[in-house]
């Protein structure tokens, strides 16, 4: 069975269609179900329709989202979980030093 992909947004890009993913990204815009999210430079739309019944969404704020890629390179959401307080900076280093281990232990 295929797992989560942790990622970057940037990284989205890379990830192909079908694939389940989570990530970090802050609210830049919500309407009508789908949300844009953003990380630096990098920006994603979320739908989510899904879980609509169940969301609060504040501007601004910081949420982790776990969904699937979808053909369009939208975000087809399964879970949304505001992350207020995280210390983002150590978040990064994490992922990125999470990501190379496991493209070392890939590679043996």
């Known amino acids: 069975m295929d797992g989560t992909r942790l990622v970057f947004i ?3 890009q890379d990830c192909p269609a079908g694939k389940k993913v989570r990530f ?11 949300l844009c999210l953003q990380d630096g430079l990098s920006m994603v739309e ?9 969301v609060k969404i504040q501007p601004r704020e910081w949420l982790d989202i776990v969904g ?14 505001s992350v207020v307080g ?10 990125q ?12």
């Open 68 to 81: 699937r890629k979808c053909s369009d390179g939208k975000i087809d959401v399964l879970l949304v979980r």
């Open 46 to 54: 979320c739908d989510l329709t899904a879980v609509l019944a169940n």
């Open 86 to 95: 995280i210390d983002l900076p150590k978040y990064r280093k994490t992922l």
């Open 10 to 12: 940037n990284q989205l």
């Open 97 to 108: 030093w999470r990501q190379e281990f496991a493209s070392e232990w890939d590679s043996l």
């Open 24 to 34: 970090l990204g802050y609210v830049t815009a919500y309407d009508d179900g789908i």
